[in-house]
């Protein structure tokens, strides 16, 4: 009885960890103005809401470079992110919130 019960409250209490979670990111008004394209998605569920809020980052103009430092530096504190992952925030941010205007489309 005692273990059941500690096993009810510790699901219970990851659910709420859950919810609460979507919720923010569901709520971040910031992360909804990101542009839509290939990698938003990921950027949303590991940067904008999993670890802070998209408007810490949804006005920077960087660099590439600069991008791949930045998301290579919140691997280093504890960003839990795969290679591709990563690579794709990184191609999404560097096309999206570059410091360089994207050419005109022909």
Known sequence: ?????????????ASAALSAAQAQRRLD???AKLPDG?????VIAYCAGACH???????MRQSPAEW?????LMVAFGAQLFPE???????YLSTYLS???APPAK
């Open 85 to 91: 992952d990563a690579a794709t925030i990184t191609k």
């Open 99 to 101: 410091d360089h205007p």
């Open 1 to 13: 009885p005692k273990f059941l019960a500690a096993t009810m409250l510790a699901a219970a209490l």
């Open 38 to 42: 290939d990698g938003k998605s990921e």
């Open 29 to 31: 008004p910031a992360a």
């Open 53 to 59: 809020p998209a408007a810490r980052f949804a006005n």
């Open 68 to 72: 791949h430092k930045t998301v290579m």
